[in-house]
């Protein structure tokens, strides 16, 4: 080998590592599944800050499935209408509706918001809840919390237990759009297993395969892992 060749090789080799430095240092490395922070749009702009903040409804309610089963589930849509079948807009908009019918001397008009728009036509439903030839179809809600395929999360145990939702998923009453807070590392998980290890309301066990209370909050691998 030349010494030119061996001199070109090795600036190659430098500028390569130099590139790397380069990019580590101008970008956010973090571990894969770790999307701190990761606050998609979603297709209809529904916010966790006026129906959990303000009008203070239970997470539960919507998010039913967490109670008996591993999965929270994205609520139906005929959950949305158990409200929204009465309430179309914003109240703002509906004292409008009526002060302008006062002054027109007529009946008030139903306003129905651009958003709850949305939610009617997910239903196969008009603006007066009348069915519609689209028929219904499922809102395509973009997932914000995704764990990797090798992990086995039972949300219903945590929640028999006492957890709060807030615990894993933050002080969603005050996201407008929900974002990722906690980065849901093994790491993260381990620790909060530890840190309520001597808490007797939160215990988590395996027994015959499936999540049981027990003696202790387990950071066994077979917990998560099987």
């Known amino acids: 080998m030349s010494a030119r060749s061996s001199h070109s090789r090795v600036f190659l080799a430098s500028g390569l590592v130099l590139g790397l430095a380069t990019i580590a240092v101008s970008i956010e490395w973090r571990p894969l599944n770790t999307h701190t922070g990761y606050a998609p749009e979603q297709p209809v702009a529904y916010s966790h800050r006026l129906h959990a903040g303000e009008l203070e409804i239970d997470c539960l309610y919507c998010h039913f499935g967490a109670r ?19 309430v179309s807009s914003d109240f703002g908009s509906l004292l409008a509706e009526r002060a302008l019918a006062a002054d027109e001397d ?16 997910a239903m196969g439903l008009d603006d007066e809840l009348q069915p519609t030839d689209s028929g219904p179809h499922p809102i395509p809600w973009v997932q914000v919390h995704d764990l990797p395929d090798f992990v086995a999360f039972d949300h219903s145990v945590h929640v028999s237990r006492g957890l709060a939702c807030a615990s894993c998923h933050g002080p969603v009453q005050s996201m407008e759009r929900v974002w990722q807070e906690s980065d849901l590392s093994m790491g993260w998980c381990v620790n909060c297993h530890r840190e309520r290890a001597a808490d007797p309301r939160i215990t988590l066990t395996r027994e015959h395969g499936k999540l049981q209370p027990g003696e202790h909050v387990t950071t066994d691998c077979v917990a998560c892992h099987y």
């Open 68 to 86: 008996t089963s591993p999965r929270a589930g994205i609520p139906p849509t005929s959950v949305c209408m158990n409200c929204h079948a009465t």
């Open 106 to 121: 007529r009946e008030p008009r139903r306003i129905v918001s651009a958003e709850i728009r949305k939610v009617y036509a």
